[in-house]
């Protein structure tokens, strides 16, 4: 037997033996428990727990929800000084808005329960509904005119109506379920189905809301044509053009009209200047600056007594900033994320043309406008006029947009593997078509064909 031959059993020689390090007692384990591993268990944790089906259902359900109840607060807080001036109970306008709250959530719960297929067939009726009262705004003693834009339809009594909102959801509901059936086909190659008839009919709700002089509902319905098109995949040439025509005509409604161009004289201004026509935009920047880290505290805000114009409608978002800090204003713009992303999720991530469309809309829809609004706040975009979606006050503006909402969680529940993991769900006891009953003393008992036990 050759000299380095081992017998089975021997031990190795002590060169050997030393040749192999032996791990130092405990290594594996702190090299497990170690800042750095802890850090990426936490990051596979996150990871998987971002991939699961329903976080979308979850994040478009919680970051809606806790907007629209952090919007009621500010309502309230934002609103009272106002709705005493005007010799009002001060929770006038929160009573309003919380009606009108109650009434949204009941379109949500009814829109996340439809089928895709009854989406579908409301969006002609709801195209035609909403263009009969646009077109209804216009006619004298019908329509009512408020800080110079007639878009006012009075309802009777403390009640309006403002339809351009409705026309928003009506444009996404008819323009997706047109896209849907055009791809279906395989038109949205050729421009002409591409843009005929969405343009046409887009650019008429345009005419009917600049006909009421509102253009900031007029840009957000602009936003969500770009972004339909983009969706059914329009070359980029296209939206060059597109896009140099909407600037020309935005340039000329601008300059034909002092009011506008008063707006974008105020751009970064820190002083209300001659005549005060920066007056808004200067004190909403004073709202946010005074409000620093944590705010002074809900409802002590100074500018809404009186100083800052649309406290609780259009620059709520200054008011939130003064009560409740940088902070504050912080949270809101994550809830606006989480929402947006949520929607970008359930647009990306289904196989439905009509889904892709609608959820990719509505995601355009809620955050364009909430850019327009905190831009405007922060001195960055000229004054607009557009509420904070799900946040400012105005019933109008509110009901269209917790029906898409509902939308949004229609789609993420109608997700092939949200749909198991719901199904999972349910409840697996109870009364059942399987022979089983239960007795009062909680017992099972089988049913025989004979009666017997």
Same mark, same amino acid.
């Given at each position: ?151 006012? +339809?009075? $309802? /009777? !009594? ?10 928003? @959801?009506?444009?996404? %509901? &008819?323009? #997706? ?31 009917? +809301?600049? $006909? /009421? !002089? ?10 969500? @044509?770009?972004?339909? %098109? &983009?969706? #059914? ?33 105020? $751009? /970064? ?185």
């Amino acid at each position: 037997m050759p000299a380095k031959q081992m017998l089975p059993g021997r031990r190795p020689s002590a060169a050997r033996a030393q040749g192999r390090k032996r791990p130092a007692a405990g290594a594996g384990r702190s090299a497990g428990r170690g800042p750095l591993a802890r850090f990426r268990r936490t990051q596979e944790q996150v990871r998987k727990a971002w991939d699961r089906p329903l976080t979308a259902y979850y994040l478009i359900f919680g970051s809606s929800l806790l907007i629209t109840v952090l919007g009621l607060v500010m309502v309230y807080s934002a609103s009272m000084i106002k709705a005493l001036q005007l010799g009002l109970g001060d929770a006038y306008f929160f009573k309003k808005q919380f009606l009108a709250a109650l009434i949204g959530a009941c379109l949500l719960f009814a829109a996340s329960r439809m089928p895709v297929k009854l989406h579908r067939a409301l969006s002609y009726p709801v195209l035609a509904g909403t263009l009969f009262l646009m077109a209804l705004v216009q006619v004298p003693g019908i329509g009512v005119s408020i800080n110079g834009n007639q878009n006012w +339809i009075s $309802l /009777g !009594g403390p009640f309006m109506l403002q339809p351009s909102e409705f026309g928003k @959801l009506a444009l996404i %509901l &008819w323009g #997706a379920d047109l896209l849907a059936r055009k791809g279906d086909k395989n038109l949205l190659s050729q421009w002409k189905h591409l843009l005929v008839p969405l343009v046409p009919v887009a650019f008429l709700l345009l005419g009917l +809301i600049m $006909l /009421g !002089g509102d253009m900031g509902t007029a840009m957000i319905l602009g936003a969500i @044509l770009f972004g339909l %098109l &983009w969706l #059914a995949g329009a070359p980029t040439r296209l939206f060059v053009g597109v896009l140099a025509f909407a600037g020309v005509i935005v340039a000329l409604l601008i300059k034909t009209s002092p009011h506008r161009m008063d707006r974008l004289s105020c $751009l /970064g201004a820190t002083e209300p200047g001659k005549n005060d026509l920066c007056w808004q935009a200067v004190h909403g920047i004073y709202a946010l600056a005074s409000g620093g880290w944590f705010g002074s505290g809900l409802g002590a805000s100074v500018e809404k007594w009186g100083q800052l114009p649309e406290a609780h409608t259009d620059f709520i978002f200054a008011i939130t900033g003064e009560e409740l800090g940088l902070a504050g204003t912080l949270s809101v713009l994550a809830l606006f994320a989480a929402l947006g992303y949520a929607g970008i999720r359930v647009a990306g991530r289904t196989e439905d043309s009509f889904v892709r469309f609608a959820a990719g809309g509505v995601t355009t829809w809620i955050t364009a406008q909430a850019v327009i609004n905190i831009g405007a706040v922060l001195g960055l975009l000229p004054i607009a006029g557009v509420p904070l979606p799900l946040f400012s006050y105005g019933g109008s503006a509110l009901l269209p947009t917790m029906f898409a909402v509902g939308l949004l969680i229609a789609f993420a529940r109608e997700e092939p593997a949200a749909r198991a993991a719901l199904a999972m769900r349910q409840p697996k006891t109870g009364w059942r078509r399987t022979g089983v009953r239960w007795k009062s003393m909680r017992r099972r008992v089988k049913k025989r064909p004979s009666g017997e036990r």
